[in-house]
């Protein structure tokens, strides 16, 4: 009768409340009748029955999930708990995970009715009391029970076992720290051989988790659950009874073995792979038997388990023949006539497609990914296809996808419309073979999709155009054709202007694009523009102005118009007045400093794939590199995941900056004034740029100075009052300079350089892109040496006496800050007379930019997905030579320690091998550094690899370490 | 697996089940959100769709959708699977399941799930085992299941 008369009650209530009460006004009224009802039952004097108290909690409840707040009961619920009768224990249970409450008193309560339940040896209220801890999962339930539930997993019913795994799963998930690992891990590996199907499938689960953390400890899941898989897998379908899912044996278990399994590398046990190999085979080969059964549910099942077999191939990345037939299987599922099917068979296609085995199977497809961007009628499904065009695009088929992502733009979901622009805007750049190709496709999506080509976009093609100069003639020329349409996005105004002002000059031979012709066309856009993208084209007439005399006129009568000089816009004003002031005062020459062209832009990672990881999360620059099949990184690589993470990527800009064009940019711009257009211009953190729009008043005097000359060695130091002489009066350094400031490169400290006069000694440290350096000159004469001045070139030092005692010591300190990567040492000159003869001599100073090293611990997974990023051949220096000093791996320890980079250890499969990884940090920007060396101690050889995002900061740092063994 | 939601095609929500700590504010706002997302798919869709850094597997059954969400790495298509062997579960428990059995005998709707799913994962597939669980839970209550008047016209699950 109990549960008649919860049920009846309840339904009599709520079948008013829910059918009756038509308006929501009505539904809360009668609710806050009921719940007055209840609260006072609950208050009242006479003390309810345990009955009487379950049916209206249950009331409680159930107004809760009709979505009203309930603030009290708490404690009838938990005074359900205790009671004897399990309905009531029940529903105590429930409401306690439903409404679970932080309330401390309350806690500390049910925790005392879980633990009289855990002890009570009934495998019914054991169950309940397990549920309650892993649905409710909190800290204080870890605290109070983490370290018995181990206990009941390996000794209990199985029943209880399998709510003890998962209850266990829960807590570590919440606390890790709260759950003891140890003695029983070998008893927990062990239940994947328990008979009871069930207790396996909730073990794999909890073991799956446990394992990533100390995949050591568990290390004998793998063989344990191969052996398991393959038993399921070649079961027939009536062979696991109720386990067996529409035919499918198990299907729920193979699919949570597959995953575990993916927690580690292939099994090095030979036996142990054949017959792991032989049941992923076997999953291939039963996808193509006819099926069992026309039901949905067979189908999903069978494939669930096929999906995770692919996965797990695609994880292991080693057997070709297999990520083959994967990528063909997959291919069926493109024209399946199941959507989920061609949804999952495209994303999965798409890891496929960073694998180098795989690569060009999955590009055999194209023309079906084409046809599903172009036909699915889902948009999550095209998504999808567009995901894969951009993971299988390379320099062999870039023409194709570009442009039909650009078709596929112009009728786009406006959800996804952003990302496929940065996508475009990404492949356009990564395999531009012709830059005109590049610049028509970024005109042509700002044509297409303007509103959704972001910042970074437009900043980017200006970057490039300023950059490559066999392009910018081209650019001007189809941008001036672009702002001919009669409409054209503001976007392009910002492009056209800008490019126009920079190198408009290049066309204005063609009378169709003489200088008049130019300026009008801009002006006619001028009044529609906004703020922005008027105070850019006032900067372009000011370029003008310079590029083209006779424009001048013409112009300064457009800034002295009233709606200029006097706009509301005190940036716009400020623009006017200030390039009408500068166009009339200043002579040709200074107007042409002050307009010169724009400097190249340093080479950098490209702003727009940082926007689309941003927006996408990790995997999204996934796009293969051609480099990638390069045999030699393969061997280091085998068995990791590919899934490219967010960190230390390629710079994907090196294709078009930079490293193609032979000199590196030999001067950056001074990044001041922030709020500036040439710093927006480079900046790729939109967050700390005010973008183009008013900027502090400085800002766009700073875009108009030229850039300041700075050492391209850059390295500057203490602003004290500097003592050095010019130096163009610095002779060539002593021939022993390089030997000499080899002794360095691992170490900082020692004597830099010592004759019959004059001992000069070192002591640095360095920390991040700082350095502090204290050199110690020693007379070792008898007499004074006069007019001493050592000085360092492009370091500002602070100065010494300008008297030496014979026998004394002097100090110098230098401050030394690395602004960027540098490949020569500042040199240090010191001068001085010695019994009225002048002496002189140049060193190299002792820093180099190993000295700016920061160690980077890494675990072997992260090392290796960072070693494939860096997998383009500018990225990688190697240098195998002889061995000059004894092999002792001791002493190579230490020597790279003294490098700069962290050893890591366990990473590289064979152990006399060594492996290392740092950042060294320049103002600039920071470059990553992965380095591994290979002694062979028969041949008395090593092999040293670097591998860094900047060319000549890997070859550099290959040189300086190859010879120091 | 995340969370697991059952809402009608009214979007009122019927059944949650959260296996990650949120606050309640945060629960509400996803399940608006997603009612809202799921509701607005036509029919032949597919199942899946990334929402957040979530994936969504969802399905219909009469008017009831079934919505989990579930982490990168999880199996879409078992998911799904999940979902059907649940309706299947409370459809042998309370005989041809329609929406207003989960109304009002929603705590053995979480009973049955409890015994299915335990903290997101998957812990006994076998019906037979689940079910005998919870008819044995049955049995030490006295008294039969209440089924409710047919009359009530509502549409069976399966």
Same mark, same amino acid.
Do not use: F
């Given at each position: 009768m109990d549960a008649m008369a919860t049920g009846e009650g309840r339904r009599e209530g709520v079948r008013d409340r829910s059918?009756?009460?038509?308006?929501k006004e009505a539904e809360i009224k009668r609710i806050n009748k009921e719940l007055a009802n209840i609260r006072s039952k609950f208050k009242g004097d006479k003390a309810l029955d345990g009955y009487s108290k379950k049916k209206y909690v249950c009331k409680l409840l159930f107004i809760f999930l009709l979505g009203h707040d309930i603030d009290f009961g708490h404690m009838e619920a938990v005074n359900l708990?205790?009671?004897?009768?399990y309905t009531e224990k029940q529903i105590g249970y429930l409401f306690i995970s439903v409404l679970?409450?932080?309330?401390s008193e309350l806690i500390r309560l049910i925790n005392n009715a879980i633990k009289n339940d855990l002890a009570s040896r009934n495998p019914t209220f054991m169950c309940l009391a397990l549920h309650c801890i892993a649905n409710v999962g909190s800290r204080e339930m870890g605290e109070a029970f983490a370290a018995d539930i181990p206990r009941i997993l390996v000794a209990g019913m199985d029943s209880v076992k399998q709510s003890a795994a998962l209850c266990l799963l829960r807590l570590y998930k919440a606390s890790p720290d709260l759950v003891p690992m140890g003695e029983w891990t070998a008893r927990v590996v062990h239940l994947?051989?328990? =008979?009871h199907m069930g207790v396996v499938t909730a073990a794999v689960s909890l073991i799956t988790c446990l394992c990533k953390k100390n995949p050591d400890d568990f290390k004998t899941c793998v063989s344990l659950a191969v052996s398991r898989l393959s038993r399921i897998v070649s079961s027939?379908?009536?062979?696991l009874q109720d386990y067996t899912y529409y035919f499918v044996p198990a299907p729920w278990l193979s699919v949570k073995l597959l995953r575990l399994l993916q927690?580690?590398?292939?099994?090095?046990?030979a036996a142990v792979k054949g017959r792991l190999v032989e049941c992923l085979e076997t999953v291939l080969n039963k996808a193509q038997e006819?099926?069992?059964?026309?039901k949905v549910q067979h189908s999903n099942a069978k494939n669930a388990i096929l999906f995770e077999t692919i996965s797990l191939i695609i994880h292991y990345d080693s057997e070709p023949n297999l990520l083959v037939r994967a990528c063909n299987q997959l291919g069926q599922f493109? =024209?399946?006539?199941e959507t989920n099917l061609r949804y999952l068979a495209l994303e999965s296609m798409c890891t496929l497609a960073s694998s180098e085995f795989s690569h060009e199977a999955v590009k055999t497809h194209i023309d079906t990914v084409i046809n599903a961007l172009k036909t699915e009628r889902d948009v999550s499904v095209r998504q999808r296809a567009a995901d894969l065009l951009y993971a299988m695009c390379d320099r062999s088929n870039a023409k194709q996808i570009v442009s039909e992502m650009l078709r596929y733009l112009e009728t786009a979901d406006y959800a996804i419309r952003e990302e496929i622009v940065l996508k475009v805007a990404i492949l356009a750049e990564k395999y531009a073979v012709d830059y005109s190709w590049y610049v028509d496709t970024i005109l042509n999506l700002i044509r297409i999709a303007g509103d959704y080509v972001s910042e970074e976009v437009w900043y980017r093609v200006l970057q490039i155009v300023t950059n490559r100069d066999d392009v910018q003639g081209y650019a001007a020329k189809t941008v001036f054709e672009a702002l001919q349409a009669p409409a054209c996005h503001e976007n392009m105004v910002k492009v056209g202007g800008y490019i126009l002002g920079e190198f408009g000059n290049l066309i204005a031979g063609d009378p169709r694009s003489s200088p008049p012709v130019q300026f009008s066309l801009l002006h006619s856009k001028f009044h529609l523009c906004s703020v922005a993208t008027r105070a850019l084209l006032l900067s372009t007439y000011i370029k003008f102005i310079n590029l083209f005399p006779e424009t001048k006129a013409t112009i300064q009568g457009v800034l002295r118009a009233g709606s200029q000089l006097?706009?509301?816009d005190v940036e716009l004003q400020q623009r006017a007045v200030e390039y009408l002031t500068l166009s009339s005062v200043a002579s040709t020459d200074v107007l042409a400093t002050v307009l010169e062209e724009m400097p190249p832009f340093p080479e950098r990672e490209s702003s727009i794939l940082a926007k689309l990881k941003r927006k996408k999360?990790? !995997?999204? !620059?996934?796009?293969?590199?051609?480099?990638?099949?390069d045999p030699s990184s393969h061997d280091i690589n !085998?068995?990791?995941?590919p899934t490219p993470s967010t960190?230390?990527?390629?710079?994907?800009?090196a294709d078009l900056l930079?490293?193609?064009?032979?000199?590196?940019?030999?001067a950056p711009p001074a990044?001041?004034?922030?709020?500036?257009l040439l710093v927006d211009v480079f900046s790729d953190s939109p967050a700390a740029q005010p973008g183009?729009?008013?900027?502090?008043?400085e800002a766009f005097l700073s875009e108009l100075?030229?850039?300041?000359?700075?050492?391209?060695?850059?390295?500057?130091?203490?602003?004290?009052?500097a003592a050095d002489a010019?130096?163009?009066d610095i002779g060539p350094p002593i021939p022993e300079a390089d030997e000499l400031l080899n002794k360095f490169v691992c170490r900082?400290?020692?004597?830099l350089f010592e004759n019959q006069l004059l001992q000069i000694g070192v002591k640095s440290e360095f920390r991040q892109n700082l350095g502090r350096m204290y050199l110690f000159y020693g007379n070792k004469t008898s007499v004074q040496f006069q007019n001493f001045s050592p000085t360092v070139l492009a370091v500002q030092t602070k100065r010494v006496a300008s008297q030496v005692d014979g026998g004394a010591q002097v100090q110098q300190v230098l401050n030394i800050e690395c602004l960027r990567d540098f490949l020569t040492p500042p040199l240090l000159s010191v001068r001085f007379r010695y019994g009225g003869t002048p002496q002189s001599l140049t060193l190299k100073l002792p820093?180099?930019?190993?000295?700016f090293f920061q160690p980077t611990e890494m675990a072997a997974q992260d090392f290796f997905q960072r070693w494939k990023q860096l997998s383009l051949p500018q990225q990688e220096a190697q240098k195998i030579f002889k061995a000059n000093?004894?092999?002792?791996a001791e002493v190579t320890k230490a020597k790279l320690l003294g490098f700069g980079s962290a050893l890591l250890d366990?990473?590289?499969?064979?152990?006399e091998n060594f492996v290392g990884a740092g950042i060294i940090q320049t103002k600039a920007l920071q470059v990553g550094c992965l380095l591994r060396l290979e002694p062979n101690a028969q041949a008395q050889m090593y092999r040293l690899t670097l591998r860094t995002s900047k060319e000549p900061v890997s070859r550099h740092l290959c040189e300086l370490l190859a010879q120091q063994f | 697996m995340q969370f697991m939601l059952l809402f009608s095609?009214?979007?009122?929500?019927?059944l949650q089940k959260w296996y990650v700590p949120l606050s309640d504010k945060e629960k509400k706002k996803i399940t608006r959100e997603l009612v809202q997302t799921v509701l607005a798919?036509?029919?032949?869709?597919?199942s899946f769709l990334e929402w957040r850094d979530l994936k969504i597997v969802y399905k219909r059954y009469a008017s009831l959708y079934f919505c989990c969400a579930i982490e990168d790495q999880d199996n879409e298509l078992i998911t799904l699977e999940i979902i059907h062997r649940y309706v299947e579960l409370l459809d042998k428990y309370f005989g041809s399941v329609c929406e207003l059995d989960i109304i009002f005998n929603f705590e053995k709707a979480y009973f049955i799930l409890d015994e299915f799913l335990l903290g997101g994962e998957?812990?006994?597939?076998s019906k037979k085992n689940v079910l005998k669980a919870i008819e044995q839970a049955d049995l030490l209550q006295e008294g039969s299941l209440s089924h409710l008047p047919s009359f009530l016209q509502f549409q069976k699950l399966l």
């Open positions: 059918r009756v009460c038509k308006s708990l205790s009671s004897n009768k679970v409450n932080s309330n994947l051989n328990d =008979q027939a379908s009536t062979d927690c580690y590398p292939p099994p090095e046990d006819p099926p069992k059964s026309k493109l =024209q399946h006539r006097r706009n509301a999360g990790p !995997g999204a !620059g996934s796009a293969l590199d051609d480099s990638r099949r !085998g068995g990791v995941e960190v230390s990527t390629p710079s994907p800009s930079g490293l193609r064009a032979a000199p590196p940019p030999a990044p001041s004034g922030a709020g500036n183009l729009g008013p900027s502090p008043e100075e030229p850039p300041a000359p700075e050492s391209p060695m850059a390295l500057l130091a203490d602003p004290a009052p010019g130096p163009e900082n400290n020692g004597v820093v180099t930019i190993n000295k000093h004894p092999m002792d366990n990473v590289d499969p064979n152990p | 095609r009214q979007g009122k929500l019927r798919r036509k029919p032949k869709m597919c998957v812990q006994e597939t």
